[in-house]
């Protein structure tokens, strides 16, 4: 293993070695919030992987919830809502102010539903909370309008079926930030301290199974194929299982009851989609022997309305499932169960402070440049963890687990892996500030 210890202004090296090199930052928190004079110091480790890499395991799962699942719509609100967020309190306070808002849960409604037709009994129950600042002194802002007008415009542009006033209520839990959180965002300019102590953990590049996962649900919800296929709805989930070379795949999507007349109807709508899903996996480089696709495996013959996965509005939340913020795909779009994971919700957390939400997908970003921009880094895990308090470009610890290509050594990768960790923490303002404008869809 190969480790450096960063910090100081001009990252002075102070020592190197097989295990640890050193650098160190002279700089900490007096008690008014200004620079001191204490050693803030970054652990970043370079280890070889150890084990057969996933795509040769003899067994893989990777799950996928679409953007029209319960779960992701409470992760995808949650995120615009913080991002909402953030530029109003850029806009009023010249920045970005503590917010946590990833507590929300969507409560499942009540529908009719008949074959051609349907009608809402109960609407859905968005629950918005979490904590938030109302403002600065005097000057306030509507927390909770801005809150339901993001969470709102999200539904509007995502799930078409569903009318964001009429088929949704929406009950607000968001409480004032806490003194002790609130004050970490009054230290002045600069990067902000951690706000808590949490880790983080990312990968690349994906496995073949974990693209065609995704791809399989992008592409059930893509513009083309709801062209194609108006009868389906959003809530797309799909399951990959992997058995050596052999790939099991089974996807529920629901289709609409309004364009569905008949059981046979319905059967020749989901063979058509069917059809154009196994064209579309037949075009991808998935690597296995055999595919076998599975189409809403619930469904049974001559049971009516029973036997078909329908709905109104083209999801479950309509009256099957309920969400929550932190239940659905990991902040790189995946449930890899092979992969290590954070449970950490980082969707609605705050961008600047939360480490939580900023080390989970920064990790991430992390592995994707050494695999990508490393020569001889076959793929990446990168482990990130935070000391409260600390500056949030200083974290305590960066380990990066790399598998190597054929003719490269750690010693002769490890450098520049842990440059480009270094270089990327320099550049923590930037991603912040692309994190708060969510340019990179979470989840």
Known sequence: ???????????????????WGVFRLEEGFKKNGSLGERSM???????????????????????????????TICDAIAESISIHLS????????????????????????????????????PMRLIIGGRASFGIGRKTLPVAELAIEAAQSWIKNNLPHVNPAKHMTYQMELQPTSVELGAIFERGPGLLPANDTSAGVGYAPFTPTEQLVLGIERYLNSSGFKQEHPETGQDVKV?????ERELSLTVAMPFLTKTIHSEKNYVEAKEYALQHLQEFIHKQPHGCQRVQVTLNALDRAQQGLKGMYLTLLGTSAEQGDSGQVGRGNRVCGLISLNRPMSVEAAAGKNPVSHVGKIYNVLAHQLAMRIHADVRGVGAATVWMVSRIGQPINRPLVVSAQVGLKKGYSLKRVSGDVQDLIKNELAGMKDFCDALAQGQFGIG
């Not at 970054?42 to 919830?65: A, C, F, M, Y």
């Not at 850029?90 to 009540?110: P, Y």
Request: hydrophobic share 35%; with cysteine.
């Open 1 to 19: 293993m190969a480790i450096l210890i960063i910090g100081g202004p001009t990252g002075d090296r102070i020592g190197s070695g097989n295990a």
């Open 41 to 71: 110091k970054t652990h970043i480790g370079v280890d070889q992987s150890v084990g057969p890499p996933v795509e040769s395991q003899s067994l893989e799962i990777v799950e996928r919830k679409g953007k029209g699942h319960p779960d």
């Open 87 to 122: 530029t109003a309190y850029q806009h009023s306070f010249g920045r970005i102010l503590h917010h946590n808002v990833d507590k929300c849960m969507l409560v499942a409604g009540q529908v009719r539903l008949q074959l051609g037709k349907g009608r809402v009994m109960k």
């Open 239 to 243: 399951m990959g299982v992997r058995m």
